[in-house]
């Protein structure tokens, strides 16, 4: 009921005030008036609503893009992992640091663990961690020393939440 008096006021509201008003304007007025009646709908449409979807469309594919490329790095290190087998003691560095990873547990957090060209007959490793715990971080890197790794070069930043960082360092 109370819809229908809603639209009868505003049918009266329209033949009082906006009809009249409209009927007295010049014909270039008027033509002025519903073009901007047809193009303000229009506008609202493409700028409120299609772009923004638009937006959030293109990061979605830019974010599954690069998840798909982490996927296609851990299943190559997953294959090298297992054809080297799982022995006890590994036979080169990248085996040594993605078990010492695991025991102190920060494999989670590693984003990136590839060979780098190094001078001499050691095996260099990029190691990127994100988002990681900072006290685990550090026993990663201390049991890393402690296996006979050396830490060439490292950059630490802070992360968004308190206690962790993101790391990315060079081992030998």
């Given amino acids: ?3 229908i008096l809603n639209m009868q006021r ?3 509201l329209y033949e009082q005030k906006i009809l009249p008003y409209y ?3 010049m014909e270039r007025e008027k033509r002025l008036a519903l073009g901007a009646a047809v193009i303000l709908p229009l506008m609202l449409l493409i700028f409120a609503i299609i772009l923004p979807l638009q937006d959030a469309r293109m990061q979605k594919q830019g974010t599954l893009a690069e998840l798909k490329l982490q996927v296609q790095e ?5 294959v090298q992992l297992q ?3 799982s022995s006890v003691k590994p036979a080169n560095s990248m085996t040594l640091v993605d078990q010492i990873a695991r025991q102190v547990k920060v494999r989670e957090f590693m984003t990136r663990l590839r060979p780098q060209m190094g001078q ?3 095996q260099r490793l990029l190691i ?3 988002d990681a715990p900072y ?3 550090v026993r990663f890197f201390d049991a890393l020393s402690k296996q006979g790794l050396t830490l060439l070069q490292a950059k630490f930043q802070q992360a968004k939440q308190a206690g962790y960082i993101h790391v990315q360092a060079v081992v030998e």
């Fill in 74 to 78: 851990a299943e190559a290190l997953a």
């Fill in 120 to 122: 001499g007959s050691k």
């Fill in 83 to 85: 054809k080297q087998g």
């Fill in 135 to 137: 006290d685990k971080s």
């Fill in 128 to 130: 990127q961690l994100r």
């Fill in 10 to 12: 505003l049918y009266v």
């Fill in 1 to 3: 009921m109370d819809k």
């Fill in 23 to 25: 009927q007295g304007l």
